[in-house]
DNA sequence: TAATAATATTAGAATAATTCTAAATTTAAG
DNA sequence: CTTAAATTTAGAATTATTCTAATATTATTA
């Protein structure tokens, strides 16, 4: 692991929020000024590609990146904003049905969020 | 519904494929040659915003549409390519926890596909 | 009907996210 | 050290999607 894949995964993993590519830029400049944009797309593939972070795709905006400790995802699908939420592991099913096939799964609950209900 | 949004409507429930805008586009052409893209992404945008189709972002690619009728993805991890599936219907478990502000869900398992485990 | 308003479509430009390229730098290996 | 391999870089290129503003269609009402 070079220093910016280290540190990309740290930023990653200690944050609650969904973070884009943009936004992980900005905080690893913090740390690293001269990195380039680039350098955070190369090292965000590759810590996917490893399964050390998650992708979250929501379809409407750029792509978010997030700790892969299990939980799942709610999103409005009035303003399209992201929550954590953490429902009963469906692991076994999954696994029973794929075999060793099977690597994790991502689920996404759209509702309307609070916010959104308010303003009717 | 306008004669687009009715045939588009129609290509992405009678397909089990898992369309992009570019297919839909094609396919729609068949029927009315003279049609524009814009109109295509318009009318796509349309159907998801009322919930009569769904989007199916996988992050790699361009997104992909498809009927709402109750099923589950695969995804492989390797190739990204999306199969159906369908699990055991979760509603209920969601829906109590979040009550009436519940709509849908969407449940992506990753896997390796049977050509890329072959591959090794 | 005809007139008006509202909505949908269009072509192409614009935007935004991401990937690509090829050179430069860093790291690892012999 | 020297060489090879991998990573980083800046900026160009690509691609999916949205935007724009003009035109066409559909619906509404007189």
Known sequence: MTRYEKKIYEIINSSYDHMTAEDVFAELKKAFPSVSLATVYNNLNKLCD???IRRISC???ADRYD???RHDHLVCRKCGKLADITFDDITQPLKSR???DFLYYDLKVYYICPECRKKG
Chains 1, 2 share one sequence.
């Open 50 to 52: 490893t399964g050390l």
């Open 59 to 61: 379809g409407d905006s």
């Open 67 to 69: 700790r892969t400790a």
């Open 98 to 100: 794929l075999g060793e």
